[in-house]
C-alpha cells in the first residue's frame, strides 16, 4: 500500500523525530489522517507527474540535470540488476525524485523525509518512497532491494562521472575512460563536494 513506509517513520523513534522536525505544525495523531489510503489514487503517478513534482520543488538547472543523470542511470541498472520483471519506469522515477525536496529542504532533518510526506500525499508506491530514504545513510531505512542499493551505487557516482566529463576538452561522457575516472578518485582536490565513501560502498 502507498505511504506504508511513511507509516513506519511515524513510529520509528529516531526517525520520526525528524519528520515531525521537519512538520511541527502536526501532531502524531493529526499527522496518521493525512496519509492517503492507496484506493484513492486512480494510478499511480507516471514518469510526467514525477517530472512536474520535480519541477515545482526544484528550480536549479544543475540539480534537475543530476536528476536526469540519475534517472539515465537507474533507468539501465534496471536492466543490468533489476528482476526479469523490474520496471525500468519505476527505477527512472526513483532516480529523477531522490533529491527533489533538497533544494527547498537541504538540511539532514529535512531532506528525504520532508520529501517522503509529499510522495506520500502524491500517491507514490511503498517500494519507491523506502528506496529514495535508503539513499540517505542517516535515515536508518534499509536498502533491502536491488533499486534502493542501485540508487545508492549511481547518486554520489554520477555526479563525479559529470564532474569528469566537464573538465574534459569534448565536455562529454562518450570519450571518458575508467581508467581516468578512478585517477580522479584518488584526488581529493577534486570534485571534492563528492562523497567518496558513498561511491566506495555503493561499489
Request: charged share 25%; net charge negative.
Amino acid at each position: 500500500m502507498a505511504c506504508e513506509a511513511t507509516q513506519q517513520l511515524v513510529v520509528g523513534p529516531v526517525i520520526a523525530a525528524a519528520v515531525f522536525t521537519c512538520l511541527p505544525d502536526f501532531s502524531r495523531a493529526s499527522f496518521s489522517t493525512l496519509i492517503p489510503k492507496r484506493s484513492s489514487f486512480a494510478a499511480m503517478p507516471d514518469r510526467n507527474d514525477a517530472w512536474e513534482l520535480l519541477c515545482e520543488y526544484t528550480k536549479g538547472d544543475s540539480l534537475r540535470k543530476h536528476a536526469l543523470a540519475v534517472e539515465t542511470a537507474m533507468r539501465a541498472c534496471a536492466k543490468c540488476y533489476g528482476e526479469a520483471e523490474a520496471d525500468e519506469d519505476e527505477w527512472g522515477i526513483v532516480g529523477l525524485l531522490h533529491d527533489f525536496d533538497y533544494e527547498m529542504f537541504p538540511t539532514p532533518d529535512q531532506h528525504p523525509f520532508t520529501g517522503a510526506n509529499i510522495m506520500c500525499g502524491r500517491g507514490y508506491s511503498d517500494r519507491i518512497i523506502r528506496a529514495i530514504l535508503g539513499h540517505a545513510t542517516y535515515t536508518g531505512v534499509p536498502r533491502d532491494t536491488a533499486m534502493a542499493r542501485a540508487l545508492f551505487a549511481t547518486d554520489e557516482l554520477c555526479g563525479f562521472l559529470v564532474a569528469c566529463a566537464l573538465v574534459r576538452p569534448s565536455k562529454s561522457l562518450d570519450d571518458l575512460e575508467v581508467s581516468s575516472v578512478k585517477k580522479k578518485l584518488k584526488d581529493k582536490a577534486f570534485a571534492r563536494s563528492v562523497n567518496r565513501d558513498d561511491i566506495r560502498q555503493g561499489v
